[in-house]
């Protein structure tokens, strides 16, 4: 078990697929106690913008959607196998410049069935684990992203509402609002969250920031729990709003090279 220890950890500090997968060979076949083959992930880097990988009916995408306004930067994420019934990934970054602008979203996103309502589905549990190797000078939040369309094709980077759960909130970054105030304070899946409203153009934003300066490092919700308050306190009309994307990442705003890591993260739905 030691050796396998070794070696996992020797997997995610090398920064390309093929290479691992030579290594991990070597050592196996020089280490004949280590487990098989089968068990060892390689790590798939994404280091390119838009780089996407999937398996195991999740996708991992190295977004890089507003570099342009970094003075300087770059980013890596990285596929690292399967954890539980979900997957474990990480991401390596580091942006300098406009503090305020966001520079990019690496995420890991459930793939999706079309056409399923809010309303049909019944529930939509999800778990996830998650740290920062460093927090000092990061500007960033770590958050699911969940949006939902009138239209079951609609593109896949919007939607008519999005749903954010900001489970950390680093360097005092704020979500989207209306002159700053939350709308309200709220306890669901027994985490408090201060509410925010506002629009990113024509998509309204529903923004459930962890409440109290704790960041929630380890999370298990339905996320039907959320959508249910909307339904009952903003009128979301549920019936006619399709699922499109269902996913967690880090907005990354400036900071030093930063190691973001989630060990674990799940997320299921069930109509
Ligand atoms: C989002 O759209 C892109 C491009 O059309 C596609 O490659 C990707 O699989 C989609 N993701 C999901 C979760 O459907
Ligand atoms: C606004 O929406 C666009 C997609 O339409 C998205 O790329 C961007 O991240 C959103 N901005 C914020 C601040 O959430
Ligand atoms: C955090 O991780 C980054 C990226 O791997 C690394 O460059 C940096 O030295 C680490 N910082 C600390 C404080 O460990």
């Known amino acids: 078990m030691k050796a396998f220890t070794a070696l996992s950890i020797g997997l995610l500090s090398v920064a390309s697929a093929t290479p691992i997968v030579e290594e991990a060979r070597k050592l196996q076949r020089g280490t004949p106690t280590l487990s098989p083959a089968t068990t060892v992930q390689a790590t798939v880097s994404l280091c390119t913008q838009y780089a996407y990988y999937a398996e195991n009916g999740y996708e991992v995408l190295n977004n890089l959607w507003g570099k342009d306004s970094a003075t300087s930067g770059s980013q890596c994420t990285y596929y690292e196998g399967a954890s539980g019934d979900g997957i474990k990934w990480s991401s390596d970054w580091t ?6 602008n966001v520079k990019a979203y690496p995420y890991a996103g459930r793939i999706l069935t079309k056409g399923n309502t809010i309303a049909k589905i019944k529930q939509m549990q999800t778990a996830v684990e998650w740290s920062y190797n460093t927090t000092s000078n990061v500007r960033a939040n770590v958050a699911y992203d969940i949006f939902t369309a009138e239209d079951p094709n609609h593109v896949n980077s919007s939607g008519d509402y999005e749903l954010m759960i900001w489970l950390g909130r680093l360097g005092g ?67 006619t709003q399709n699922l499109i994307v269902y996913q967690i990442g880090s907005e990354a705003f400036t900071g030093p090279p930063a190691r973001f890591s989630v060990p674990s993260f799940s997320a299921t739905y069930s109509v």
Request: glycine content about 10%; charged content about 10%.
């Open 173 to 239: 970054v704020w979500p989207i609002s209306q002159g700053g105030a939350p709308i309200a304070t709220v306890t669901i899946a027994g985490y408090t969250f201060d509410l925010y409203f506002g629009y990113n153009g024509s998509m309204k934003v529903y923004s459930f920031v962890r409440a109290g300066n704790n960041d929630i490092k380890s999370f298990k919700a339905d996320v039907k729990l959320f959508f249910n308050y909307l339904v009952t306190n903003h009128q979301y009309p549920q019936s």
């Open 95 to 100: 942006w300098q410049g406009a503090p305020d």
